[in-house]
């Protein structure tokens, strides 16, 4: 593939040929289908993208975004270079990275010209242009904002006694065996927590930000896999099994399998209490010397057969009023990407009059954010916990 | 003269897309796939795959699981039918066990993991006044290393499955009579059977037996839900690879797919071993005139195992229920604190387009597969000859596992710019949904006593009469069972229909494997609940039918 649009692309800077474009366009927008608040979500801004511009939105439920990468690899390999079966992914990190790697995605940079795009927060959300280091360069338009969060219920755990980073961590699973655990790597979350740790055991955390070099690997990973053959004998079912994600945690906090559970998403509980799967006790807490931070995004692969479509829907979900129901915890709650000082009063005020609810951190309480890691070593991370721990013992 | 475009058709049908799909399996297995810069042959993917960490262990589960399962399986249901056939408790037991086919492997799963897990139903039960739990116990039953409740899960679901295509060959075999001789010779109910009925039963049961051992040491949703964890068998791990980001590992994926139609190959020679070593041991038992008559113990425990298996999937089942409508509802509480419909009033606007798909995709794919099916036995009828290399070819898709071909097979229908059209989405069902008809159906065609014609021909009647008047009504049950067991596997196609459909088109066993990965156990009830009734429509049917039809002919009773 060349940098260069096709002839028959659209192109964003007009966009009233864009909205032209768009009217009757069907687009199937491939995302993770494992949460029904998310697809109720994505179910409103089908509804509203069907009235406002005519495009008529179709949710592909996927269990793993990586298949939606598949697929097009797969048109790819069939010489299917447009008419593609997928539209818009929501997408970040590995996946990212592997499909700007190949060339799959629908380029030059579209996202910064979006007219939406100016309410957008770079100033202080610096994952929005750098994806685990990997530079967006438009090739993807932000969605929302993740923090790796931890959730604990006050009826059963004193406050007093959370840990307060990786090494209290490990303290507190003596003290209390069996009442810890992560989802098995690959599982997004799972591998999320090995970055974690991993960030804030290392000697030097700026390698993290380089591609892994293969001579210093070991020796950098050392301290994580150190920590980690300590701790999983004190985890949940001694390490022996783990939670299948993140939503399977939330059912062991209610039963009391579990203490500590954690998600990338600071409105988890406040949603899971909301829902009935958490009683209302439950709280949250972060590492004051940082946890995980990242952004998560929408992209449109190079075949897609209906861009201009995609591109007012990624758009539409970086409307002002679209974010702001996207964090009402009642909704999703999600945090917002856009920056509250380059709204309008009227849009600002929609966010004001949000209630967060009980379990969820205000934005200053969440503590500094830890940069992801370059996709290289998520991989070898986990081929490297699979080595020493995913083949039985 | 139509019956002759049975076999080419159904040899085109199948072989196209599975060969194809084995291709574009095999040509990555040895590093060939341009479009991820593979343009030369090469051993590195199988070396790879060799040196990938606890292969041998994944593959050894894989191995052990197919073939646990399926000889648990056999001799629960072997047994049953040995002690218990031909009485009222008999008929009355299998209307019970015929439905729990239709229940999804998924459903299943999750409905035994819901109750066999430390914080599962069994366990809140009885705490905290019996066990003194207040919180759920640290054990490791679920994902034990062994994969026993994997095996567990397996067999709840293969019984009902071999317990239907016995029932389905059973009315070939001079049953009561049989009994009556052994009896009369002095033999017990149990030995008696084994000895003169068990060997014709069995050999028209065979293949679907190898379609156990082929599914169970293939399968995935189980091994997820209920299997070991570290680590997983291969063929969880194969669609871990399949799915990996990186889209280098296509080529080990493949390889592995390789070896996974070698370790489901190995596991039915195996258990061909296995059935040789069975027969002697049984011809050597007849021949020292063992009779066996003191089996009242080995009778009441095959009753017993054959009551326990479709127990723990009903209250499994009925667990995943209470969760749909379950508010918070947390350890030791043996019922939830509230019931709340907002799981349903959330799922059921959602659900109409999927269930449309579904229940069109499963009745065409069924009846496209019926119609094939009956061309090539009436042409085996002709002829008489059994098509070797046709029927090769029709079992082909029960031999190699499904992640082994889809990869290709969704190439194929792209290049055919076929995809996620409802025709093509069809057309894969058809793929998978065809063997098992063939496999119901085939044997008790193949055994019906083609004297009957005689007798037909003698009065004068022409051969469609014939056919319509007499073979097809005595061969109704059989003709129903293929069908219902046809829409049941169509219904429960996972990897297929998300390929094939491009997700465009979602059916209710897409929706609910989706809403799984989010581990929602009320959502997961909701889907589970919707993804059971399809089927076990589709098997009222066909024991409902046959009953009424011949309520008044003694000899068609099973």
């Known amino acids: 593939m060349t940098l260069t649009a096709l002839a028959a692309d659209p192109n964003p800077k007009d966009w009233d040929a864009v909205l032209a474009e768009a009217k009757g366009e069907t687009v199937y927008w491939n995302a993770w289908g494992g949460s029904e608040n998310i697809n109720a979500y994505i179910e409103w801004a089908g509804e509203e993208l069907k009235q406002r511009y005519g495009v008529a939105l179709v949710h592909v439920k996927l269990d793993d975004t990586a298949n939606a990468v598949a697929k097009v690899v797969a048109e790819k390999a069939a010489g299917k270079d447009e008419g593609g079966s997928v539209d818009l992914i929501w997408i970040n990190g590995e996946n990212f990275a592997s499909m700007k790697e190949q060339g799959l995605l629908f380029s030059p940079g579209w996202a910064e010209v979006l007219p939406d795009w100016q309410y957008v927060d770079i100033e202080n959300k610096p994952t929005i242009r750098t994806d685990f280091t990997i530079p967006v360069e438009g090739l993807e338009s932000p969605w929302g904002m993740a923090k790796l969060v931890f959730f604990y219920d006050q009826a059963r755990t004193d406050p007093d006694t959370l840990p307060t980073n990786a090494r209290s961590l490990l303290d507190w699973s003596k003290a209390n065996p069996g009442r810890f655990s992560y989802p098995q790597p690959p599982d997004f979350i799972g591998s999320s927590f090995l970055k974690q740790i991993l960030s804030e055991l290392v000697e030097d955390r700026s390698v993290l930000l380089a591609p892994v070099i293969d001579a210093t690997f070991d020796k950098t990973v050392a301290p994580l896999f150190a920590y980690l053959d300590e701790l999983h004998p004190l985890m949940w079912r001694s390490g022996r099994a783990y939670p299948q994600n993140y939503p399977a945690m939330k059912q062991m906090l209610a039963d009391g399998e579990m203490d500590i559970i954690f998600a990338f998403n600071p409105s988890e509980a406040s949603s899971a209490i909301a829902n009935g799967e958490l009683p209302d006790t439950v709280r949250s807490f972060t590492f004051p010397e940082g946890t995980l931070s990242n952004t998560h995004f929408v992209a449109i692969p190079y075949n897609a057969a209906s861009k201009a479509g995609a591109l007012v829907a990624a758009n539409f979900l970086i409307s002002p009023e679209a974010q702001a129901r996207k964090q009402d915890p009642k909704v999703w709650g999600d945090p917002t990407v856009l920056a509250m000082d380059k709204l309008d009063a009227a849009d600002r005020a929609r966010f004001e009059a949000l209630d967060l609810g009980v379990a969820t951190l205000r934005p200053n309480e969440l503590g500094p954010a830890i940069d992801e890691p370059h996709p290289t070593w998520l991989e070898r991370l986990e081929g490297e916990w699979k080595r020493r721990y995913g083949v039985g013992n | 003269m139509l019956t002759r475009v049975g076999p080419p058709l159904a040899v085109l049908l199948l072989s196209g897309p599975i060969l194809a799909g084995l291709a574009g399996t095999i040509l ?531």
Request: proline share 7%; with cysteine; glycine share 8%.
């Open chain 2, 28 to 558: 990555p297995a040895f590093g060939y796939l341009p479009a991820l810069g593979g343009t030369a042959f090469s051993l590195a993917p199988l070396r790879e795959l060799a040196a990938a960490p606890g292969i041998a262990h994944s593959a050894l589960l894989s191995l052990f699981a197919g073939l646990a399962a399926a000889t648990l399986s056999l001799i629960v249901v072997m047994l049953f039918v040995a002690a218990w056939a031909g009485t009222p408790l008999f008929s009355r037991i299998q209307h019970v066990i015929s439905p729990l086919l239709s229940v999804p492997h998924a459903a299943a799963a999750f409905g035994l993991a819901f109750l066999i897990a430390p914080s599962g139903f069994l366990a809140r039960l009885v705490s905290p006044e019996l066990t003194g739990w207040t919180r759920p116990p640290d054990w490791l039953i679920v994902n034990d290393p062994m994969g026993l409740s994997m095996i567990a899960g397996l067999v709840v679901k293969e019984v009902p499955f071999l317990l239907l295509v016995t029932l389905a060959a059973l009315p070939q075999v001079p049953l009561a009579r049989t009994r009556m001789l052994v009896a009369s010779l002095g033999y017990g109910r149990v030995a008696g059977f084994l000895f003169c009925v068990w060997p014709p039963i069995y050999r028209q049961i065979r293949l679907p037996v190898f379609a156990v051992i082929a599914f169970a040491s293939s399968v995935v949703a189980v091994a997820i839900i209920l299997g070991p964890s570290a680590p997983p068998t291969l063929a969880a791990r194969l669609v871990e690879w399949m799915n990996d980001p990186d889209l280098s590992m296509r080529f080990l994926a493949s390889a592995g797919a390789l070896l996974q139609l070698a370790v489901s190959a190995l596991a039915i020679l195996l258990w061909i071993v296995i059935e040789h070593i069975g027969a002697a041991f049984r011809d050597r038992l007849a021949a020292a005139g063992r009779r066996c008559v003191r089996d009242r113990l080995v009778r009441t425990v095959a009753l017993v195992a054959m009551l326990a298996s479709a127990a723990t999937v009903f209250a499994g089942l009925a667990t995943l229920a209470i969760w749909s409508v379950a508010g918070l509802w947390q350890f030791p509480d043996a019922l939830p604190r509230g019931f709340s419909l907002r799981n349903w009033t959330t799922a059921l606007p959602r659900i109409l387009a999927p269930l449309a798909t579904t229940v069109i995709a499963g009745l065409v794919s069924t009846l496209i597969a019926f119609a094939i099916t009956l061309l090539c036995l009436l042409r085996e009828d002709e002829t008489g000859r059994i098509g070797r290399g046709s029927a090769l070819l029709i079992y082909l898709p029960l031999l190699v596992p499904q992640v082994a071909f889809l990869f290709g097979l969704q190439l194929l229908f792209l290049l055919s710019g076929a995809v996620a059209g409802l025709p093509a989405l069809i057309l894969a069902h058809l793929v998978f949904v065809m063997p098992y008809v063939f496999l119901s159906l085939s044997d008790p065609w193949r055994a019906y006593d083609r004297r009957y014609e005689a007798i037909a021909a003698g009065l004068g009647k022409s051969r469609l009469k014939t056919f319509l008047a007499v073979r097809l009504p005595m061969l109704t049950r059989p003709l129903l069972t293929a069908m219902a067991v046809g829409f049941a596997v169509s219904v429960g196609l996972y990897l297929p229909t998300v390929l094939i459909g491009a997700g465009r088109l979602t059916t209710i066993t897409t929706e609910a494997v989706t809403l799984a990965s989010g581990g929602n156990r009320r959502v997961i009830g909701v889907y589970a609940f919707l993804q059971m009734v399809l089927p076990m429509m589709g098997f009222v049917v066909a024991t409902l039918v046959p009953a009424l039809l011949f309520r008044r002919f003694r000899a068609m009773r099973v």
